[in-house]
């Protein structure tokens, strides 16, 4: 089983899910896409994991992500899990989740566990750009919940990254400084970056985000 890596091309795949047949491909769209991944059902930390980003839905739209779950138990068990999740969390889970019992997905992705006792996957993240190509990955620990604020926060760098020859410096977020591309002579930059920038250093050269008015 090879390794899926940054920049790879995110392997399609069909699946049953709690909405239905789903491939996955047709499902992102045009999309940018956060797949991720969860032990079991009925587990603690991911009823509110899926949950927070079920609330999230809003800035997913905005954003033009489109989100889906998985976990290895079957499709009845999701759909009663989904009730617990709308109950304790007070929304409406409004993406799917797939029902991996034969684990393909989970094995497409790397998201077996190499060290596994009760748990079969990980809990893993991947966000897909709309060219299918895997832009983040991180995976976590069973007893720390993820950052969804965080999620947003990549997102919105790598939409900003993907368009402009910029870069976003550490805890970055949206509407603060960005950081100009090493490669970019000041000749050039002060073309493309008519809002000015600002030189710390010959290799550190900051202007405001280029893609706010």
């Not at 976590?140 to 993907?162: C, H, K, M, W």
Request: charged share 25%; hydrophobic share 35%.
């Amino acid at each position: 089983m090879s390794t899926i890596k940054l920049g790879d091309k995110a392997p399609n795949f069909d699946a049953e899910t709690s909405e239905g047949k789903i491939n996955f491909y047709e499902y992102l769209g045009d999309s940018w896409g956060i797949l991720f991944s969860h032990p079991a059902d009925y587990t603690p930390v991911c009823t509110t994991e899926l949950g927070a980003a079920a609330k999230y839905k809003d800035e997913f739209a905005k954003r033009n992500v489109k989100v889906m779950a998985l976990s290895v138990d079957g499709v009845e068990s999701h759909k009663a899990w989904i009730k617990d999740i709308n109950e304790t969390q007070h929304t409406e889970v409004n993406f799917p989740i797939i029902a991996d019992e034969d684990k393909k997905v989970s094995n497409l992705y790397d998201m077996i566990h190499p060290n596994a006792s009760d748990t079969l996957t990980v809990r893993s993240v991947y966000v897909i750009a709309p060219d299918k190509s895997i832009k983040l990955m991180i995976t976590y620990p069973a007893s720390t919940g993820r950052n969804f604020e965080e999620l947003l926060r990549v997102i919105d760098s790598l939409q900003l990254t993907a368009n402009y020859k910029v870069a976003t410096p550490a805890n970055w977020k949206h509407g603060e400084e960005v950081v100009i591309s090493p490669s970019i002579s000041n000749e050039d930059a002060t073309k493309m970056f008519p809002k000015g920038f600002k030189e710390v250093k010959s290799y550190l050269r900051l202007t405001p985000q280029p893609n706010l008015d």
